[in-house]
């Protein structure tokens, strides 16, 4: 069983930087991909970034894309989301998901995540 625990969220005005963090513990997989994703109060749960650990390739969501980066460090199964320039509306509480279905892939839908964290919240000032 794979267990995701996600850490860095917290208060931060608008403008500022935040770096969450997601380790991987249990039956992790070395390949597939490891998202981001965030749910504001009253909405659905959005994709933000993710990362295919075989290859290193990236997708983001339009509206963090320029100013989010996903990376990974395979010797210790964490994978971070540097928040730069953050915004009133990146409020949210913070998932990370882990897919184990495609090596290859880079799926940006809910349905292609097998495993999730419990969320760490973000919330920006204005």
């Known amino acids: 069983q794979v267990q995701l625990e996600e850490s860095g969220g917290g208060l931060v005005q608008a403008g500022g930087s935040l770096r969450l963090s997601c380790a991987a513990s249990?039956?992790?997989?070395?390949?597939?991909?490891m998202g981001w994703f965030r749910q504001a109060p009253g909405k659905e749960r959005e994709f933000v970034a993710t990362?295919?650990?075989?290859?290193?390739?990236?997708v983001y969501a339009p509206s963090v894309k320029g100013r989010f980066t996903i990376s990974r460090d395979d010797a210790s199964n964490t994978v971070y989301l540097q928040m730069n320039s953050l915004k009133p509306e990146d409020t949210a509480v913070y998932y990370c998901?882990?897919?184990?279905?495609?090596?290859?892939?880079?799926?940006?839908?809910?349905?292609?995540?097998?495993?999730w964290g419990q969320g760490t919240q973000v919330t920006v000032s204005s």
């Open positions: 249990g039956r992790t997989f070395s390949t597939g991909a």
């Open positions: 998901a882990e897919n184990t279905r495609a090596p290859w892939g880079t799926p940006v839908t809910k349905s292609g995540y097998d495993y």
């Open positions: 990362i295919n650990r075989r290859v290193g390739s990236t």
